[in-house]
């Protein structure tokens, strides 16, 4: 079996590192920030630009291993490394929002106070480095869960900006310092709500899940009714690489005068044109029974 490598992963590629490095260069200073202004807001987000540094790199570490060619040991070659980078950034945001909500709940229990004009700067600026990394992600992220990972972390680190703008907008206009944890809360949730997306849709494909987009039963129906010589599909498998690549497996029952060859190449062409299917591996049986039994199970 040959499995391809996206031609956009070149591409990919090149996106993450400049990423990575443009936000793990704004962390330094939103650390610095959240420091000298005492603002919860700034340092989660600061926390989260830590781990979205790591996520890119490993991110980027995936897609350049992911290149590597199919060995001996390793048949499907270094792909799956893409899903493994998506689990494993998912897993981070969770705990990323753990401690923001531990750290908000100290300040909401023990309020500190927060220099609401130093904050809203650092944000401002945060918030135009992560529109950037997110435009750069973004663009080609739907279909490939390991850029999905690292722009979802973006995304976050963005809503955590815009939070903190807010919240320094309140603090310097009322005082009111409880807005910081409280808003750092809100992010914290809907940075939970995507990572929780991430964690289910990779570890679907780690347990070798069925694409969800796929339907089995019609594409059985598909095969039989569009192919006159099948008579029967069954045990079929289909599962996941990556997000792109889409394997399966199958056995086809086919009339005993049938034109094997022709058969199999008609099976390929429907499941490529139709399903986007261009990776599987058929077994064709060969159904030894009359036409007289055939018709007959078919009234059944």
């Known amino acids: 079996m040959h499995i391809h490598h996206n031609p956009t992963d070149e591409k990919n590629t090149r996106r993450l590192l400049f990423a990575t490095l443009l936000t793990g260069s ?20 600061a926390g ?43 897993l981070s945001l969770i705990v990323v929002v ?52 690292a722009s979802l972390h973006v995304l976050g680190d963005l809503l955590g900006s815009v939070g903190a703008i807010v919240a320094a907008i ?11 944890p409280l808003l750092s809360v809100f992010v914290a949730m809907l940075i939970l709500r995507s990572a929780w997306k991430l964690l289910r849709k990779s570890t679907h494909i780690l347990l070798e899940g069925a694409p969800e987009w796929l339907d089995t039963d019609r594409m059985r129906e598909e095969l039989v009714s569009r192919i006159p010589q099948i008579n029967d599909i069954h045990h079929v498998h289909v599962w996941s690489l990556n997000a792109e690549n ?3 497996t199958m056995h086809a029952v086919i009339n005993a005068d049938a034109d094997q060859t022709s058969v199999l190449q008609s099976i390929k062409d429907l499941l490529w044109e139709d399903f986007g299917i261009g990776h599987s591996t058929i077994e ?10 055939l018709s007959a199970d078919f009234v059944e």
């Open 48 to 90: 989260h630009m830590l781990t979205d540094t790591l996520a890119l790199g490993l991110a980027w570490a995936a897609f350049k291993f992911s290149e590597k060619p199919a060995d001996d040991k390793r048949s499907f070659g270094y792909q799956r490394l893409q899903i493994l980078a998506a689990l494993i950034n998912s």
């Open 98 to 149: 753990g401690w923001i909500l531990f750290e908000a709940a100290k300040r909401l229990l023990h309020p500190a106070p927060v220099l609401g004009g130093l904050m809203l700067a650092v944000a401002s600026v945060g918030m135009l480095v992560n529109l950037v990394s997110y435009a750069i992600l973004s663009a080609d992220s739907r279909d490939n869960l390991n850029l999905k990972g």
């Open 170 to 180: 309140v603090i310097m206009l009322s005082g009111w310092t409880p807005i910081d």
């Open 26 to 45: 704004f962390m330094i200073v939103e650390v610095i920030g959240g420091l000298l202004s005492g603002s919860l807001a700034l340092l989660a987000d």
């Open 284 to 293: 064709l049986d060969i159904d030894s029974r009359s036409d007289e039994e």
């Open 246 to 248: 889409t394997l399966m």
